[in-house]
């Protein structure tokens, strides 16, 4: 058995919110489109979203302690046959890929807008400042967590607290047509679904490591209050914001536009939570390959990643996270099956 690492519940929490907050979090773009359309209902998702965060982040966590496992595979392999569960781990390396390539490119557009550094060339210091962290494994992303996300509660409470405060300041007008009443219900269960699944290659290693269950429990129960503070300040922020602003492809940016202070500093929060996410991706996508390929390959995937975050990284959350909610809306399906029936 390999050595157990003293990761404290809030070091596995804050980790788990960084793996979750990345472009689409941070930027207004994945609360709008789940919860700030369904007004009253969105604050109903957002709970039972905090709830699925704590119930199956402690279980992924808790089995990765149990089993031993630190990739995703070895969940699918013992959830499913052994047909289905190659399909289950071809989307989600596949996604995995694509989400570093979301993370590429809203890196790239982030450091364009804020310091003029061409989307390109921003992109290649983010890539090698992931691969600068990855080097040093698990205890790199959890050190890296440590220092962003407590940037990220502390701006989005202010900015919160700044709408709330001077409601004038920002015009109320939600220019989204009004979905269907009952439709809020399944989004939330598509957004809790596609975040736990993003996180199952780094909850599994975090719960292998860490010395006790209860902590794993811990660490998920802290998570999933941060997540729900964050997506009720952001869900607020977001009902006060103009029609113009709710079109800008980071929408919560445009919200404090006029504070330039505010402005250059949400611009460096939210650039480090999309490389926080980065490199949870990135070190779920190594565990895996790593076992199927030589490591000297590895290279062809910081290429990939490149590649593909050359487009709007709006227009990649559209196409990719709703079809991956579907798949592990099935998956939380299984796990519940399996544990009812089975006990796993």
Request: glycine share 8%; charged share 5%.
């Given at each position: 058995m390999e050595s157990k690492q003293n990761i404290a519940g809030w070091s596995i929490a804050l980790t788990f919110v960084g793996t979750v907050v990345g472009s689409g979090f941070a930027s207004g773009q994945e609360v709008l489109r789940f919860f700030g359309i369904y007004e009253e209902q969105g604050v109903y998702g957002i709970f039972i979203s905090s709830v699925l965060f704590f119930v199956y982040g402690s279980f992924v966590m808790v089995i990765g302690h149990r089993k031993q496992w630190d990739t995703y595979n070895e969940l699918f392999s013992h959830l499913f046959s052994r047909r289905i569960s190659f399909i289950f781990d071809m989307i989600f390396t596949l996604f995995l890929i694509g989400v570093s390539a979301i993370m590429v490119a809203g890196s790239g557009a982030v450091l364009k807008n804020t310091f003029q550094?061409?989307?390109?060339?921003?992109?290649?210091?983010?890539?090698?400042?992931?691969?600068?962290?990855?080097?040093?494994?698990?205890?790199?992303?959890?050190?890296?967590?440590?220092?962003?996300?407590?940037?990220?509660?502390?701006?989005?409470?202010?900015?919160?607290?700044?709408?709330?405060?001077?409601?004038?300041?920002?015009?109320?007008?939600?220019?989204?047509?009004?979905?269907?009443?009952?439709?809020?219900?399944?989004?939330?269960?598509?957004?809790?679904?596609?975040?736990?699944?993003l996180s199952l290659g780094v909850l599994l290693p975090v719960g292998k490591k860490a010395l006790h269950p209860s902590t794993c429990i811990q660490g998920a129960a802290g998570g999933a209050m941060i997540l729900g503070i964050l997506l009720?300040?952001?869900?607020?922020?977001?009902?006060?914001?103009?029609?113009?602003?709710?079109?800008a492809e980071i929408p919560l940016l445009a919200t404090i536009q006029q504070y330039r202070l505010l402005n250059l500093f949400f611009s460096v929060i939210l650039w480090g939570e999309i490389f926080s996410t980065l490199v949870s991706t990135v070190f779920a996508v190594r565990n895996r390959i790593t076992k199927l390929i030589s490591p000297r390959f590895l290279i062809l995937f910081w290429v990939v990643i490149f590649l593909g975050g050359q487009i709007r990284f709006a227009k990649l959350i559209f196409v990719l996270y709703p079809f991956f909610g579907l798949v592990c809306f099935i998956l939380l399906i299984a796990i519940t099956w399996r544990i009812f029936k089975k006990g796993f």
């Open positions: 550094i061409q989307p390109a060339l921003g992109s290649c210091l983010t890539i090698f400042l992931t691969w600068l962290v990855i080097i040093f494994g698990l205890k790199g992303i959890t050190r890296a967590n440590q220092l962003i996300v407590p940037g990220l509660i502390l701006f989005i409470l202010s900015v919160s607290c700044l709408t709330i405060h001077f409601p004038s300041s920002f015009p109320t007008s939600m220019p989204i047509d009004p979905p269907s009443p009952s439709s809020w219900l399944t989004s939330t269960f598509f957004y809790a679904s596609y975040n736990i699944g009720l300040g952001i869900f607020f922020s977001l009902q006060s914001m103009s029609a113009g602003s709710l079109h």
